[in-house]
């Protein structure tokens, strides 16, 4: 089991940057593959972006791409993401989550954060 737990969320101006962490505890962080969703008012649950256990591939989805990154600690058994140019559409809440199978594409992970709030004015 894995219990994660979101921080850095908060209100930015559009085209600021904020950075997102996520730590883990419980056992064997290492082994995860680890991600990041959104939702948005109205809006179904977004897969943002994976990185997998050695940090080595990642997945962004097209609207994100080349604007966040993400990265992994396992030493501090901690994930990120730094959101750069962000556009009031990114406005949502972020949600961690972390899944034992391989892929970087994440589907139905069965751990979550509670989430953090991201809000990006124009």
């Known amino acids: 089991q894995v219990q994660l737990v979101e921080s850095g969320g908060g209100l930015v101006q559009a085209g600021g940057s904020l950075r997102l962490s996520c730590a883990a505890s419980?056992?064997?962080?290492?082994?995860?593959?680890m991600g990041w969703f959104r939702q948005a008012p109205g809006k179904e649950r977004e897969f943002v972006t994976g990185?997998?256990?050695?940090?080595?591939?990642?997945y962004y989805a097209d609207s994100v791409k080349g604007r966040f990154t993400i990265s992994r600690d396992n030493a501090k058994r901690t994930v990120y993401l730094q959101m750069n140019s962000l556009k009031p559409d990114d406005t949502a809440v972020y949600y961690c989550?972390?899944?034992?199978?391989?892929?970087?594409?994440?589907?139905?992970?069965?751990?979550w954060g509670q989430g953090t709030q991201v809000t990006v004015s124009s």
């Open positions: 419980g056992r064997s962080f290492s082994r995860y593959t």
């Open positions: 990185i997998s256990w050695s940090g080595g591939s990642t």
């Open positions: 989550a972390a899944d034992l199978r391989p892929t970087v594409v994440l589907t139905t992970p069965p751990h």
